[in-house]
């Protein structure tokens, strides 16, 4: 127990006592309003310009708050919600196939398993059908079939068709109406756009959030902004693995900050891990690149059945592959839920049969596939997948079976948040991602882009406007204490990490936190890894800090400084990551404990002890977290064990 | 493999630039050219200099944030293929490699191969836009869009707004970026009440950024790593005479 500390519990107050389906129309109604008049007298700061983040400044601007927004690309338009493939869920049931808000509910919670907050899963689903109807106006160029009207697909294991898409850019399309939208408020005067600026820390006054430091990455200029709420939209933490399908550059530490100033940070320990990633190629692969899981649909997995066997795989005869999952799962093959092809290929790996660079592969091989089909429908199916692969490897998958491995790609953890998507922080509201409410331990395909555009186009903006009508914001300026303080401890931060000067550069520290990471707290986890990782972690931190060497100087475009301070937040988070998967000692979505398994390897929750999302308290540097457990109810969907057979 | 890289370097705005020759003794054919940059800058971090500075984010196409000129092509020689997604096996053993930064008037140059392309987002912010404040729209299904249309749209919409277009262009030219936003919004029948006005300030903005005119010489397609095609121009000086004459 030493490893954390326990302390009261928390609760939800601000869902209304109504049944769900009235929840979000009573809270709304009882939500106290600005008046329009006076609403460009109040600033908000949104930190991101994802689809959370611009959906929620170009609509905050659009009622005629005075917006400040940030973002640490050249431009809004580059946030990483562009690289979402997939689509977009929505409950129109325009396929009449039996779609309702409480059916994609319902696939939420369960997807979920049982470890989201009904009321805000219910209000997700509410609110789905009008992004669409939002997207659409905006341009954003969905697929459509020849009699004009929207095409919707089926997507992971869902029974009914109801995600949206656009080819395989539906993120880049829903981003760019985001970004247009925004644009239009930023020419109109209503946004005042910091790009290339990134935030530093979370200012906080008199308990309530009033405004962050931030530094402008060209100069090198730190600076402070006021304003009466901050919003944080700064997407995941993947990134702690160092390798995921993250942007390079996404960072957790917007979040990880105000989790310092007293945020409270939910379930760090669920993560998805996606199947069907190309596999590194060396010690220099800097990121991951995720291939449509949509391939297992015709491609075969399989790896040699004698370790170390190092042929070519056309020179591996039939009967020595194994194609392990046809074997060990006859009923679904290949088709197996993403954690448990997962769980299988490491496992492959472990026993020393993986392919490629590091053994760290497993083959998906279409060549049985193009026997039955022929090439030609197998490149009308697949071909801009197999000239991605293609582009990257340098390998023909018509020729060679493609190579594939997981990879970290989604964090279902973040800040705390209630019901109106405030964090414990008073005026720190946490949208997208970034926070921790709707997909419980496991997201399903196609939820985020309807989770980060609901938040910012329909829950946020009534949710803030409530908040600043409830209260008085007494005028701040750059000399008050709370804001020196901050500043000087930021300023401190940087010059500290400029001053080491040591002998190992950043991405050296942040490669082996993320090996630590994968090979402790990835895929599979256990009491014995933990703790090995809860050992070595401080001391890689303390490390850090004594012998990164950062060259330049803090005044000037300085991309390795940059690097370093996310790092330095990267370390503090995988600590808590560790912590949390120690504790929660059962196995529940993203969440694998080795020790909680069915005997057929199957994850096993323990509704008893675990049915709570637990929020940490921040307890110093190196010191001890502190748990608040919110106990979660289940009035509608009802506790059951996963079962996709 | 053994690379030379000769390497724009350039500490500021106002500073001069040169290039400067770096030995990469161990490069690998399956390196991306981004980790290329990256495997020289710890070197380069260890060894006590600058390392490069480069804009770069998603590193699988999409974003848009990355770009150099490889051997006086923006993008480098693999047709469709940003940078990030270019490999050093697209080089041979031995080769001499000149990287850099995007050249135009209206891209400055902020340090090494890093430039300035906000000018770009003041494009869209004149009007590359359907204005729909968020509440207002009526039903997705309330209004059809044949499918053709559609995909044209969509053909369009897929610009990254990585600048490719601009800095292979002789002149300069932004035409390419401003068409596709044209022919995006201007081809849905969702764009229309704004279609005149659309194209009218796209091109007064483009204008005012500095960027060249355009003398039809193709470059700007054939660098795009996204394939927006050269008949987009023509649609937007199409959209641009009919919007001069006032049809509406």
Redesign the interface.
């Known amino acids: 127990m030493s490893f954390y500390k326990l302390g009261d519990d928390i609760a939800d107050t601000t869902a209304p006592d109504v049944p769900i389906e009235q929840r979000w129309d009573k809270r709304r109604f009882d939500a106290k309003l600005v008046n329009p008049a006076n609403r460009r007298r109040h600033s908000v700061i949104v930190v991101g310009t994802g689809l959370a983040g611009g959906?929620a400044g170009?609509?905050l601007a659009?009622q005629g708050y005075h917006v400040i927004q940030f973002c640490y690309?050249?431009?809004?338009?580059?946030?990483?919600s562009?690289?979402a493939q997939g689509g977009i869920n929505a409950a129109?049931n325009?396929r009449n196939d039996g779609d309702s808000v409480y059916r994609l509910f319902y696939d939420t919670v369960k997807g979920g398993d049982f470890r989201a907050r009904e009321s805000n899963v219910y209000r997700l689903a509410q609110t789905s059908t009008?992004i669409?109807?939002?997207c659409?106006?905006?341009?954003?160029?969905?697929?459509?079939?020849?009699?004009?009207?929207?095409d919707t697909r089926s997507f992971g294991g869902v029974q009914v068709a109801r995600t949206f898409y656009?080819?395989g850019?539906t993120g880049?399309?829903l981003l760019?109406g985001a970004?247009?939208?925004l644009?239009?408020q930023?020419?109109a005067g209503n946004v005042e756009m910091h790009?290339r600026t990134e935030m530093l820390d979370l200012i906080v006054i008199d308990g309530r959030a009033r405004g962050i430091v931030a530094r402008d990455l060209?100069t090198g200029e730190i600076s402070t902004y006021i304003a009466d709420a901050v919003v944080l939209a700064t997407g995941g933490y993947g990134n702690v693995f160092y390798l995921s399908?993250n942007?390079?550059?996404?960072n957790a530490s917007a979040i990880w900050r105000a989790h310092r100033r007293g945020a409270y940070f939910a379930n760090p320990c669920y993560t998805q891990i996606h199947p069907t990633c190309i596999p590194r190629?060396?010690d220099?692969?800097?990121?991951l690149?995720l291939m449509s899981e949509s391939l297992r649909n015709d491609g075969r997995i399989w790896v040699p059945k004698n370790p170390g066997d190092t042929r070519s795989p056309d020179q591996i005869p039939e009967d020595e592959r194994d194609y392990y999952l046809e074997r060990i799962y006859p009923g679904f093959g290949n088709l197996v839920p993403r954690d448990i092809a997962s769980r299988a290929a490491k496992n492959q790996c472990d026993l020393g049969r993986g392919v490629g660079?590091g053994g760290l592969g497993v083959f998906l091989d279409f060549a049985d596939a193009i026997k039955r089909m022929g090439e030609a429908a197998v490149r009308e199916k697949y071909g801009n997948l197999f000239e991605m692969y293609d582009?990257?490897?340098?390998e023909d998958p018509y020729k060679v079976p493609m190579r594939i491995y997981p990879a970290i790609h989604y964090t279902m953890g973040g800040l705390w948040v209630d019901y109106d998507l405030q964090s414990t922080i008073p005026g720190c509201f946490v949208i997208g991602e970034a926070n921790f409410s709707d997909h419980g331990a496991n997201r399903l395909g196609a939820s985020a882009l309807m989770q980060g555009l609901a938040d910012g186009?329909?829950v946020l903006?009534p949710m803030l406007g409530n908040y600043i009508a409830s209260n008085k914001f007494d005028k701040v300026d750059a000399s008050h204490p709370e804001v020196a303080a901050t500043v000087a401890e930021a300023t401190g931060r940087l010059d500290r990490l400029l001053s080491i000067d040591g002998?190992r550069?950043v991405?050296?520290f942040h490669r082996e936190l993320g090996e630590i990471l994968w090979d402790e707290c990835g895929m599979a986890r256990s009491e014995d890894g933990l703790r090995k990782a809860l050992g070595r972690l401080p001391e890689l931190r303390e490390e850090f800090w004594r012998s990164v060497?950062v060259?330049?100087t803090g005044a000037?475009?300085n991309?390795?400084l940059e690097r370093a301070n996310r790092v330095s937040d990267f370390l503090e988070l995988g600590e808590l990551l560790c912590v949390d998967a120690l504790h929660r000692e059962e196995s529940c979505g993203g969440h694998f404990r080795v020790e909680s398994q069915t005997p057929d390897g199957e994850a096993r929750r323990d509704d008893d002890r675990f049915a709570y999302a637990a929020a940490w308290e921040f307890g110093g540097t190196g010191g001890t977290p502190i748990l608040h457990r919110e106990p979660l109810e289940f009035d509608y969907v009802h506790l059951a064990q996963r079962n996709y057979a | 493999m053994k690379l030379t890289l000769r390497i724009w370097r350039q500490a500021g705005p106002a500073e001069p630039g040169r290039m400067v020759a770096y030995e990469v003794p161990d490069a690998n054919p399956d390196m991306s050219f981004l980790e290329l940059l990256d495997v020289l800058n710890e070197r380069l971090t260890l060894e006590g200099e600058d390392p490069v500075t480069f804009d770069h984010d998603c590193r699988e196409g999409i974003c848009g944030s990355c770009g150099v000129v490889i051997n006086g092509q923006a993008h480098g020689p693999r047709a469709l293929t940003t940078t990030c997604q270019l490999h050093v096996r697209s080089f041979a053993d031995g080769d001499v490699i000149d990287i850099e930064p995007w050249r135009s008037v209206a891209f400055g140059v902020l340090k090494d191969l890093m430039v300035d392309r906000s000018g770009l987002d003041r494009i869209i912010q004149a009007g590359g836009y359907i204005s729909a404040p968020t509440g207002s729209a009526p039903e997705a299904h309330s209004t059809p869009v044949p499918k053709p249309i559609a995909d044209t749209a969509f053909d369009n919409a897929t610009c990254i707004g990585c600048g490719a277009c601009v800095a292979a262009c002789p002149n300069g030219s932004a035409m390419l970026f401003t068409s596709a936003k044209v022919t995006h919004l201007n081809s849905l029948p969702q764009g229309a009440p704004e279609r005149a006005s659309r194209v009218l300030n796209l091109v007064e903005a483009m204008d005012a950024e500095g960027f060249g005119g355009c003398t039809n010489t193709g470059e700007c397609t054939n660098a795009c790593p996204k394939g927006i095609p050269l008949d987009s121009i023509a649609t937007l000086n199409r959209e641009y005479l009919r919007a001069s004459l006032g049809r509406k």
């Open positions: 959906a170009a609509t659009e690309q050249d431009s809004p338009r580059r946030a990483h562009i690289a129109k325009y009008q669409i109807d939002q659409v106006a905006q341009g954003v160029p969905f697929a459509r079939e020849y009699g004009g009207l929207l656009a080819r850019q880049q399309q760019i970004y247009q939208a644009s239009r930023i020419d790009a060209i399908t942007a390079k550059n996404s190629s060396g220099h692969q800097s990121k690149t660079p582009r990257i490897t340098g186009y329909f903006p002998v550069t991405d050296s060497k060259p330049g000037s475009l991309q390795s």
